[in-house]
DNA sequence: CCGATGGGTCTGGTGAATGAACCTTCATCT
DNA sequence: AGATGAAGGTTCATTCACCAGACCCATCGG
């Protein structure tokens, strides 16, 4: 959280667990590394966040071990940002914040809506699957959805157009090759 | 967030959580509030917060709906925070995301263990009771104590040694008295 | 050669966080 | 009465992070 003082002090593993993912933006990168973003011009356009800060957060992130920067071509190298598994067990904290957010801070409801993928069941409040038990279902058997009843206004961003559709979590959005179809 | 610009914009309850918790040392007083914390000064000494800093974020809660005042005297008027039915809800979120703070970012292991009230079974990775099943276990149920594999430094404040001792969740530490005693 | 694309870095301005000092109300001690 | 001290703030100068936009560099297509 790039703490000056005496956050390190904390006895608490919290405190901890912000320092990584408590900066501003920071928990909006992990969101969208969830929905299958992964190059930079994506976070960029999508977040709406400076150029210089998405660098640092991003650095920040692969340092922590949250991140990790994957090639995607060589003749300029590119690379993506891909969840490690550390940052895949994010999505039960990132997933129940989200839906308190849904209910107590977001009038007209949430946005997206999350299924089972395997079974089609809307999760439920900790992210289990109610019809198939069990436990918390991994992201990687998520699909993501607009929720119907929200008509808000949407943006045009590659990013924003692609989740106008059903989107399996983890997924690459098909960014660019998308906006060239 | 104190967010100048495009937060709004972004179409998810996650931002909007974190327009409310996301701040700097939010999630922290929350936190503490479940801890059993309700004092301005208490907050202060455990947190090593800035006062005016604290003022802010504690007349912010209580503008989001997370915290409200109670008076605890009336000679010179005092209150206390207590957490709403809303920040109650936090706990889910708040209880994830210090475990995987405990997990990925803290060396030595978390500082405290929460169980389950009732049969004293620590609580699993999603907050429930393993051994009496069922969902996860409301924050008034659960008792913390300090991990005794972790022998690191003590602080000296009120609140940090009243949590040398086992204690429930949202009980109030005995703050004056106790440094009285 | 020209421009576009992707992924950055650099810079100046602004607003928020920080730490320390100060203020107010009351209760208690001497 | 006067001094002391606790609780809960407010004010203020300084520092620091965030912001927006300009600029930079490599490569590819025409």
Known sequence: MALGTDYE?????????????????SL??????????QRFNDFLVHLGIPRAVLTA?????VA????RKEPYQQAPLRHGYLL??????LWGPLYQLSRWGGRHATPGGPHHLFAHRACGTDLDLIGACPSCGGGPVPPAEVTMRPNPAHAGGHRED???????????????IASA???AA
Not at 57 to 61: D, E
Not at 64 to 67: D, F, I, K, Q, R
Not at 84 to 89: A, I, Y
Not at 158 to 172: D, G
């Open 64 to 67: 922590a071990g949250v991140l």
């Open 57 to 61: 957060r991003l650095n920040a992130l």
């Open 84 to 89: 490690t598994d550390t940052g895949l067990e």
């Open 177 to 179: 090759a998308a906006s």
């Open 28 to 37: 909006l990168i992990v969101r969208d590394a969830f929905y299958g973003v």
């Open 158 to 172: 590659p990013v924003s157009r692609a989740l106008v559709r059903p989107h399996p979590l983890l997924e690459p």
């Open 9 to 25: 002090l904390q006895d608490c593993a919290l405190a901890r667990a912000l320092e990584v993912v408590g900066e501003r933006w």
